[in-house]
């Protein structure tokens, strides 16, 4: 993550040096943490000034900006970096507005003051990690995070926050948004989650209930209390409930957030084990993962990566499908795959000697699936016309800080 930041006096400046020194740090790994970055993923912050005096002293760690500063945030806008305005709120403001369009994909932007005293997350605050990065500044800095969301003001639960933490996509902004609104009002939040596939840490807040579900499709609760439900499911027959639940509201006169209404939050868990015959097209590929995919009821967003045998790592429809679905192609070596279990003893892997005498082991699509970290298999081997598939689901953690 690299932080563009912009001053506009003297002061300002030396405050962005400041910052810049604290962030990149030897206790850079710490902040990181705390911004919940992957693994692997770094922190940095580039300094640019509109101050009239930047070369004084500042030529090793800031640059000057000598364009328009709408410019400076189209850029920062585009490279999806977040923004620092070290400054007025106004200046940020107007310089951001021709570029703002939903909160699913605008960067943070965070205004501080050039004394650092006062810290406000004014776009992204929660999806974009906005509220975060103010947080983290404002501790560094000895200044007050101003928030002004009402989840935040209320100190209550919020549902996009939750999400982006949790890796957990989103089904639908519009009822995520009534969510938030729901739990603003006083109504208590369900939030169901699968037994088999998920384990909770940390303390849940008041307005939230935990509904540990057997099947994929919980039962609602018959208490009378007004709340709303969240559903973190990978599955499109919850997608298509949760739609017929809108539907019905839209077509009662009474709906006004006083009853039920469902949000599907979607985790990345789902891995693809696969293998084909040299040659398939990526277009043969992605109609037979999605057929697959359809068949269990499984929503493409669901599928975490895709993983072969590493003589698959330069086929062009593997590598064209797994860029399709924007997910990371794993391959490991016929070694590491022979060494593969599965975690119920009663269980096998399907076997073949033509597969074996090709690859140096006799499975590769299931074996695959395990190796990239799945728990179980929900679709063992399918074969259809030279290509093969198999599905895992990857057991999780569901965070509540």
């Given amino acids: 993550m690299n932080i563009s930041a912009i001053s506009f006096t003297r002061a300002g400046q ?6 810049k020194e604290i962030l990149e740090s030897e206790d850079c790994r710490v902040y990181e943490a705390a911004l919940g970055l992957a693994e692997g993923e770094t922190l940095s912050i580039s300094l640019y000034s509109k101050c009239r005096f930047w070369q004084y002293g500042a ?13 400076f945030a189209a850029r920062a806008f585009e490279r999806k970096e977040p923004i620092l305005f070290i400054g007025a709120c106004g200046i940020a403001v107007r310089s951001i507005a021709p570029f703002v369009k939903d909160k699913k994909t605008d960067p943070p932007v965070i205004v501080m003051d050039e004394k650092g005293k006062y810290v ?5 605050s929660h999806l974009g990690g906005g509220e975060k990065l103010a947080e983290l500044l404002s501790e560094i800095l000895g200044g007050q995070l101003i928030n002004t969301t009402a989840s935040d003001v209320n100190q209550l639960f919020a549902v996009d926050t939750f999400a982006k933490t949790n890796g957990l996509k989103i089904s639908d902004m519009k009822k995520a948004k009534d969510v938030a609104a729901a739990i603003v009002d006083g109504k208590k939040c369900v ?10 840490e940390g303390a849940l807040p008041d307005e939230v209930t935990v509904q540990w579900v057997e099947s994929s499709v919980p039962q609602g609760e018959d ?16 997608l298509v409930c949760t739609d017929m639940i809108e539907e019905a509201a839209l077509q009662s006169k009474t709906a006004d957030m006083t009853g039920e ?27 037979f993962i999605l057929c697959v995919l359809d068949q269990l009821k499984l929503v493409p967003d ?3 990566c895709m993983a072969s045998i590493d003589l698959k790592k330069d086929e062009q429809g593997l590598l064209q499908a797994a860029e399709i679905l924007n997910v990371p192609f794993l391959t490991f070596s016929s070694e590491k795959l022979e060494k593969q279990q599965l975690p119920e003893e009663t269980e096998c892997f399907s076997e073949s000697e033509f597969v074996k005498e090709v690859t140096g082991v006799s499975n590769v699509c299931e074996r695959a699936t395990v190796a990239a970290g799945a728990d179980y298999l929900i679709q063992k ?3 259809y016309q030279g290509m093969t598939l198999a599905v895992g689901i990857q057991k999780g953690t569901i965070c509540f800080e």
Avoid: H
């Avoid at 030396?14 to 910052?19: A, C, D, E, F, V």
């Avoid at 640059?63 to 410019?71: K, T, V």
């Avoid at 985790?267 to 097209?281: E, F, Y």
């Fill in 14 to 19: 030396n405050l962005s040096i400041r910052i």
């Fill in 59 to 71: 030529e090793e760690f800031i640059l000057p900006w000598a364009g328009d500063i709408r410019e």
């Fill in 120 to 124: 406000i997350p004014i776009l992204s």
């Fill in 191 to 200: 939030i169901s989650i699968s037994k088999q596939d998920f384990e909770v």
């Fill in 223 to 238: 208490s009378g209390i007004q709340y709303v439900k969240v559903m973190i499911s990978n599955r499109t027959d919850e």
């Fill in 261 to 287: 209404m469902t949000l599907q939050l979607i985790p990345k868990n789902v891995i693809l084990g696969v293998g084909c015959k040299k040659g398939k097209n990526v277009q043969e590929l992605m109609a």
């Fill in 302 to 304: 669901a599928v975490k």
């Fill in 381 to 383: 081997k399918v074969s």
